[in-house]
């Protein structure tokens, strides 16, 4: 049986990690040894942990206690705690590099090595397997900050995997743009997405939930789910435009779903504003289908994202959508056809604007409602999961090369 080392960052609640645990279920365990090396152990906080298929074996690189400390010290801000941050960091970096190596020594011979986030640059020279794959989650340009020193230098990076996998086709086009020669490595394979899940859990019985949660639940509200970081994720646009909204008389309030680092300077952003009965932070949410499906609208606010499955998550509920036209994903999602608005990004008051327009004209959002069952079928997870086992399989293939 051939050997799949699969490798990522955590198991906390994430996007990424969400697709991971769908693609370690498209995976035939009958046909392939699959071993998933996680390289931080958040204890508790490694919610996906329980999702992962029985017969998958996981290994955690970085020990709690040190990932713990790391998270501990980045909270605080005095100089000492700086000091002693930047050596537990240099420390981690050991750790990873000296653990991860031993880990894969003693797991014989592997065919074929998934970098699913990117994160084994520092050890790529020591990996040996008969192919590697890396997926790219987001937009190059925009992470690399447009600095084209770190784009080079990344590109270098690219040149030692076998195959790159985009997650949609304006990225996969925005890849060949910065690296024509690494044209040929380049492929595009969406999400994989269980939209049969997805709908069984915004059915969830909300009789079970907390009586402050039913009582937020069954309030008229909008709804975010992101990452609660103040980078990438664009939340002062968002929390500007509901002010804007709210000044223009709508009722509903905005609740986000996500935990980060972010979240003190957003909870700032919230008090600054006197929207701290309007706007509620819910924290991690084990199920957010749920939620989404209770709200009247779905808002996303991003600089820039791999590709947004949080819109597609939200369209299989049948929800409306606004979103940053923002690279990369959106407006792949949500045009041709329009099944949600797009405003530019950074705009709290174009956001605002399309809010209204979806809020009340009833027969744009039959429109719409019309148009989402047609983008439905364009995201079907059999052609997904047939494009990702044609990759492994030919991965698989001794001697043939990837063109």
Known sequence: MKTIMISSGDL?????????????????????????????????????????????????????????????????????????????????????????????????????IIDFDGGLKSVLDNLKAEKKIIWIHSSIRKHKQDNKSKISRYGEELKKYDKIIAICKEMKEEIKELYPSLSHKIEYIYNPLDCNNIIEQGNENIEKMTSYEKELIESDYFLAISRLDAVQKDFETLIEGYLILKNKGIKERLYIIGEGNGRVKIEKMIEEKNLGQDVILLGEKKNPYVWMKYSKLFIHSSKYEGFGVVLLEALMLDKFVISSNCPTGPTEILTNPKVGELFNVGDANQLAEKVLKILYDKDYQKELLKNIQLKKKEFELSEITEKFHKTIEKSMQWGVKWN
């Open 12 to 112: 906390t609640m994430g996007g990424l990690q969400k697709i991971l645990v769908e693609y370690l279920k498209l995976i035939d365990k009958n046909k392939y040894r699959i071993v998933l090396l996680i390289a931080n152990d958040y204890g508790k906080k490694n919610l996906f942990l329980e999702e992962i298929p029985k017969n998958v074996e996981i290994q955690f690189v970085r020990p709690y206690n040190l990932v713990s400390k790391i998270a501990e010290l980045s909270k605080k801000r005095k100089i000492l705690n700086r000091v002693l941050l930047k050596g537990y960091r240099h420390k981690s970096k050991r750790v990873f590099k000296s653990i991860f190596l031993e880990k894969l020594s003693k797991l014989g011979k592997i065919d074929l």
